[in-house]
């Protein structure tokens, strides 16, 4: 019997890199994202294929991280339910890899998902987190986290996430680079310039807090003009670590002239998306045709306090589940 699971990928509004370092940061989950379905096999390897990659591995593999990551969720999923047998994993995702919008977490929370159905959504942010720290090292979480639970939530490493309550609706735009950028590598520059300059960081850190903590109080009270600028600011101590780069920057202006209340890179930068906040559908469409003009894929999405990723049941019960 087969059983299924889905995510949503994730933008973060203001806090990225800081939050790695115990930085509050602020996420909101989105209507693009990842699912999966897994069917049990009579014998192991388990075998994961991801659609529209042409990638499938076992996971007894060592020399490809997909599969080292594919055993560490199954691993982690049978530290709580032993009786999960050997499976064959299909997942897809329609979010660009390294785009920033979180496409990892979502595919692995989207498998733990299809792998245990009647998991929590602790025990598969757990699970997503075993699988991340292959691709990443050492993630916040903030992606995993947002994965599971959808919704706009501020986020501290190590602790739990609270719900943010978003006062009407938030239109957003997310334009790509078309650059894949890796998190790693991005979280790792950012770890060197520390390391080099640690007054320097130390103080964009502290003015992200702010920005973040001001942001907050912004989105719960509806005050989007507020949000706007905060993200503007957010961008500007991105850049000072070095996280930006010329197409953000090209995407963050031709988003501003378009009317867009604040524009910035989303995720690790480097390439990946910018995050546009507007004030309504028809300046987004705007924003979206002046990316498009430039040859920058880009979508819209809004961002209500109800949206949320929701575990597919199986259509009989799991016979994954003990
Ligand atoms: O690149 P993404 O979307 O996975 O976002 C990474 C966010 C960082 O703060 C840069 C890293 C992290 O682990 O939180």
Sequence with gaps: METRGQACGKVILLGEHAVVYGVPAIAVGIDRGARAVAVPVESGPSRLRVRGWNIAVRDNEDGHDLARAFRALLDASREDRPAIRP??????????????????????????????????????????MAWERVFHGNPSGIDAAVSARGGCAFFRKGEALERVRVRGTLHLCVGSTGIAASTKVMVDGVAKMRARKPDVVAKTFEGIRSLVGNARVAIEHGDRITLGRLMDLNQMLLSGLFVSSTEIERLCGAARQAGALGAKLTGAGGGGSVLALVPSAAVGEAVLAAWRADGFDAFATTVAPETRARSVEAEAESETAP
């Design 87 to 128: 499976l064959s994993v299909e997942v897809e995702a329609d979010l660009p890899p390294g785009g920033g919008l979180g496409c990892s977490a979502a595919m692995g929370v989207a498998i733990a998902r299809a792998v245990d159905p009647t998991a929590t959504d602790d025990a598969l942010q757990e699970r997503a």
